[in-house]
């Protein structure tokens, strides 16, 4: 079992950043992160192989979102820049116990097995 433990959101105007924390309860091979907005699917914004730090973001994301790892606190970290309205979603952390994601599927909901209960983040325009 593993227990992981969302911090960070809040709510942010435009073009703010906000910086998102997950502490996992033990070692994992690949951790990522997703968000859903309501009436939308859950979608993958950035992943991170816990062990070699390889980075994976979605085309959404990319240059604006950060995501690093603190190995020896099993956390990882995603900082949010330049953000906008349309990144208001409940943010979710997720750990990948079982070594399924591939380079390929590291942002795919399929690839992680444990999931945290989200912190909510807000944009005002």
């Known amino acids: 079992q593993v227990q992981l433990v969302e911090s960070g959101g809040g709510s942010v105007q435009a073009g703010g950043s906000l910086r998102l924390s997950c502490v996992a309860s033990?070692?994992?091979?690949?951790m990522g992160w997703f968000r859903q907005a309501p009436g939308k699917e859950r979608e993958g914004l950035a992943a991170?192989?816990?062990?070699?730090?390889?980075?994976y973001y979605a085309d959404s994301v990319k240059g604006r979102f950060t995501i690093s790892r603190d190995v020896a606190k099993n956390t990882v970290y995603l900082q949010m820049n330049s953000l906008k309205p349309e990144d208001t979603a409940m943010y979710y952390c997720?750990?990948?116990?079982?070594?399924?994601?591939?380079?390929?599927?590291?942002?795919?909901?399929?690839?992680?097995?444990?999931w945290g209960l989200g912190t909510q983040v807000t944009v005002s325009s």
């Open positions: 033990r070692y994992t091979y690949n």
């Open positions: 997720a750990a990948d116990t079982l070594l399924r994601a591939t380079i390929a599927t590291m942002l795919n909901i399929n690839s992680y097995n444990y």
């Open positions: 991170i192989y816990m062990a070699g730090g390889s980075t």
